[in-house]
């Protein structure tokens, strides 16, 4: 049974959580703290890769939010039925290299190769959802450790305990870091049940 992270951001104030939430809220909160007395630096992270983030905060409020990335957005085309022919949108064109076999049974498929591949990789991600929800909460926890707790008493073990799925030990071994570094930790896992199989954890930072 897995839970979903909401999808947001955070700034962190040395070791102490500035700002969690959407990223314009985060930026602007980030923004007038850095105008403050704070004298430890600011990172931004995102949640869902528990990365940081660059932001540009020059400017005014608005030309701030204006600046920032947006998220992408699922086009129509791959939730709303289609008529006969090419879509128009949200298509992008990128070279994939098969065996002839392979493109012989792709070109029988009903709609051609291109629709053949489109079904296959949604049946893909609809069969391994859970498992890329929690290799993906993992993993951002993981980067987030590392920026924020590398030198961190017993991060290597606290490491190995993430990725072999062994929670209490994980909850255990973090329970004497920063408060708001802990509380966040386990906020990225909490979107996971931790599972017993074990993961090199250098994979991930590759």
Known sequence: MTRTLSIGFSAFAGDRLLATGPLAEV????????GGAIAAPIL???????RAIDLDLR?????IVARLPQPPLESAVETAPRGRGRPKLGVVSREVTLLPR???WLNARPGGASVALRK???EARRVHADADRIRAARDAAYHFMSAMAGDRPHFEEAARALFAGDEARFAALIADWPGDIRA??????????L??????????SR
């Open 59 to 63: 400017g005014s409020h608005r030309e």
């Open 120 to 122: 296959l990789v949604e």
């Open 184 to 193: 966040h930790l386990l906020r990225l896992t909490s979107a996971i049940t």
């Open 195 to 204: 599972q017993r199989q074990p993961v090199d954890p250098a994979a991930s």
């Open 102 to 104: 392979h493109w012989d």
């Open 44 to 50: 931004i992270f995102d949640d869902r890769t528990g």
């Open 27 to 34: 930026a602007i909160a980030v923004k007038m703290a850095s």
